[in-house]
């Protein structure tokens, strides 16, 4: 992952700087060894917030930061995560940044989901229903909305739980990104205030008077190549046979390499895509486990059939995908997860900064991924978010 001097760097100069003046979303963000960071973070963005989020380095003390943060920010609500890389002004890492939302345009109220193995549908449904209901009678001005999910990226939990949000989430948009751990792929945490969560969910309804159009966009198009799993273990997401061969040595034979050379860069330069109801959707790879077994971002299945995919320019397709976004007027704000493999792909190609350019000039901020939610699904080598206009009054 990319390091180096901020000061010695434009982009990563301009990210240490907070919003833009004018804008709707309060960004900040502070050095991750900074022991006075939650209380820096929440003199920048400044009192009344509806809500506050956290995007936490894993290189920081996350508890200790959280526990700042919920007394830094009083009776603001703090939500926070662990992350795989920051995005603020770009790619930057070390960082935390926060995103505050003004009560005077947004209102919301989160659900917890306290653990992923016991999930009770009928009350979690429930409970989606009734936050909705209540964000509409107490702010029945604020006629958009949408919904936040930070999940747990460690627990190979997130298709069950999207299959139960799904049915809740009515005509709301969602979307969300995995909580991660760097690039050691090891724990990741959660947190509400002070309160620091494992194999949980946080999900925010928020409503506001601003428009807003939630996105996932990827830069894959669907080759040839296709395989058939033939041996898997789908509650792990392990794919231990392919073609009736090892998982690991077929693919790698599919790319003409040795499986010994396999890694995070390849799996990023060589996705695998699923057609599920007319639309490909990406299968990434997280890594290989006992040489022969490869172990899956999201849900996979005996009979499921692979293709290979090729990946477009990471930082044209970007900027363009960026720019549509403008169709509806001129975008305030985009909060976004990325896929930790988008930023690992850039890397390989020589791109971080090209992409953090486009990242930077459509004032991108959010975190890198290990699983991204959109919709009542579970996606990977996606980019997620929410892009937030100024209401037309005030444009």
Request: aromatic letters at 6%; hydrophobic letters at 45%; glycine letters at 10%.
């Amino acid at each position: 992952m990319d390091g180096g001097d901020p000061a010695a760097d434009p982009v990563r100069a301009a990210a240490d700087r907070t919003g833009r003046a004018g804008a709707i979303l309060r960004r900040a963000q502070a050095p991750a060894a900074d022991p006075g960071a939650a209380a820096r973070l929440a003199s920048d963005l400044g009192p009344d917030l509806a809500l506050a989020l956290l995007f936490v380095s894993p290189t920081a003390d996350f508890a200790a930061t959280m526990a700042a943060a919920a007394r830094a920010f009083g009776a603001t609500p703090v939500l926070g995560c662990t992350t795989a890389g920051e995005i603020a002004g770009g790619y930057v890492e070390d960082r935390i940044i926060a995103v505050g939302f003004p009560a005077g345009d947004f209102a919301a109220e989160t659900i917890a989901v306290p653990d992923l193995d016991r999930i009770e549908p009928a009350a979690l449904i429930d409970a989606m229903i009734r936050a909705r209901q209540r964000l509409g009678a107490s702010h029945p001005g604020f006629v958009h909305e949408f919904a936040y999910l930070m999940v747990d990226g460690s627990t190979l939990r997130e298709d069950a739980l999207m299959a139960v949000v799904g049915h809740g989430l009515g005509p709301v948009p969602l979307f969300g990104g995995s909580a991660g751990d760097g690039t050691r792929f090891g724990q990741s945490y959660l947190a509400q205030g002070a309160r620091v969560r494992t194999n949980a969910a946080l999900l925010t309804f928020l409503r506001t008077r601003c428009p807003i159009r939630v996105f996932s966009f990827d830069h894959l198009d669907a080759g040839a190549g296709q395989m058939v799993v033939t041996g898997a273990d789908p509650a792990q997401r392990r794919v231990c046979e392919i073609n009736a061969a090892p998982a690991a040595v077929e693919y790698a034979r599919l790319l003409g390499k040795p499986a010994g050379q396999l890694d995070p860069f390849t799996f990023a330069a060589h996705p695998l895509v699923v057609r599920v109801g007319g639309r490909y959707h990406v299968r990434s790879i997280q890594r290989v486990e006992n040489g022969t077994d490869l172990v899956f971002f999201s849900a996979i299945d005996e009979g499921v059939v692979l293709t290979l995919a090729t990946p477009r320019d990471i930082a044209r397709s970007l900027e363009s995908n960026l720019a549509r976004l403008a169709d509806a007027g001129p975008v305030d704000s985009i909060l976004a997860c990325d896929c930790i493999l988008r930023r690992m792909e850039a890397q390989q190609k020589q791109q971080t900064r090209e992409v953090s350019q486009v990242l930077a000039r459509h004032n991108v901020t959010g975190f890198s991924t290990y699983g991204e939610q959109f919709g009542a699904m579970h996606v990977n080598l996606t980019m997620t978010g929410v892009a937030i206009y100024a209401p037309e009054g005030d444009r």
